[in-house]
């Protein structure tokens, strides 16, 4: 099953690109989805909210963990492409248990700077399918 959905480019927080370098983090997206993710996310800003959408969808689970006192949440991944560009980059859409962006702010990640090479500012419309993890087939 694939869910499209489409969005606005906005700036995020500026704290994307710590949480995907944390090593409590990479490790498991180099392990699970088979890449570093570059220092940084994509942020849409949907229409509606995306959790519902999402229900649909098997994601991969990328689980939380310690360092020290501190504690980090589990983020769902889920494989995804631009609808109207090219597919060979490899993307995911991410959903952390923990964020400060609402559910109608859809993050992407993947191991290239995706404003870079989808020439994208804040304000571009971008479109992504969204799968399955099962239906994964790279």
Not at 14 to 40: C, I, K, M
Request: glycine share 8%.
């Amino acid at each position: 099953m694939t869910v499209t959905v489409e969005g606005t480019v906005v700036s995020g927080f500026g704290t994307g690109n710590e949480f995907v370098s944390l090593e409590g983090y990479a490790r498991q997206f180099r392990a699970v989805l088979g890449y570093e993710p570059y220092p940084g996310t994509l942020n849409l800003d949907l229409p509606h909210p995306i959790d519902t959408r999402l229900e649909q969808l098997d994601p991969v689970r990328i689980n939380g963990w310690r360092d020290g006192d501190r504690s980090f949440g589990a983020v769902y991944c889920y494989p995804a492409s631009a609808a109207d560009a090219d597919e060979s980059v490899r993307l995911h859409a991410i959903v952390p248990k923990r964020t400060d962006h609402d559910t109608s702010t859809l993050e992407l990640i993947s191991p290239v700077n995706l404003r870079n090479r989808f020439d994208l500012s804040d304000d571009a419309s971008f479109a992504v399918r969204v799968e399955s993890e099962s239906s994964d087939t790279g």
